[in-house]
């Protein structure tokens, strides 16, 4: 047949393999876009109508941890946690409530949400690592977990920019949900629950 004759010729091989590749690739799409939903069944990206969802009480915890080197741990705590640019830590809560209120502002699919409650805990989990928690809690249709994982990365960053003089050997690591609660899934100690 002539159609066999023509995928034989050289370079004709390599292009009918990378159509069919690109048949796969868009077939995948689709299938992804029923899993995803920020998927739309086009395969491009949506914001989640949450209209039909009930509003419920939603919240969730969100952890990062700041690894300090030794030396400069044991200088800041020594020094209460203050640094030349100020209180350590009030200026990483601070930070991390504005990044809270602000998330739907930075991450393109998150909805504007009226936060009701935005906490921190904040303290040296060893001699090194100084562990940032926030927990978001609200009454919604969607949950806060964005909120809370974005809370705690800024307050991170913050903690890193006040501190940066002392040393850049700073490490921002472990950022995780820890537990989230209120809508479809539960998740307890990072880990989903139902």
């Not at 906490?119 to 001699?127: H, P, Q």
């Amino acid at each position: 047949m002539p159609g066999e004759r023509w995928m034989r010729e050289p370079g004709n091989i390599q292009r009918g393999a990378a159509e069919r590749g690109h048949v796969r690739i868009q077939l995948r799409m689709a299938k992804r876009a029923a899993k995803f939903t920020h998927i739309n069944p086009a395969g491009r990206p949506r914001m989640v109508d949450v209209g039909a969802k009930a509003v419920t009480a939603r919240s969730a915890t969100a952890q990062a941890i700041v690894r300090f080197p030794l030396t400069v741990a044991r200088a800041l705590r020594a020094d209460g946690m203050r640094a030349k640019k100020g209180p350590v830590i009030d200026t990483a809560i601070i930070a991390g409530t504005l990044a809270v209120k602000r998330t739907h502002e930075l991450i393109p699919f998150c909805h504007p949400l009226g936060v009701e409650s935005c906490n921190f805990s904040i303290e040296f989990a060893n001699d090194t690592d100084l562990a940032i928690g926030c927990s978001v809690a609200l009454s919604h249709k969607t949950g806060v977990e964005m909120e809370a994982l974005t809370g705690a990365t800024v307050a991170a960053l913050t903690v890193y920019d006040m501190c940066k003089a002392l040393s850049h050997a700073i490490v921002i690591t472990d950022v995780r949900l820890l537990e989230k609660s209120g809508g479809k899934r539960r998740v307890r100690a990072g880990k989903v629950v139902r």
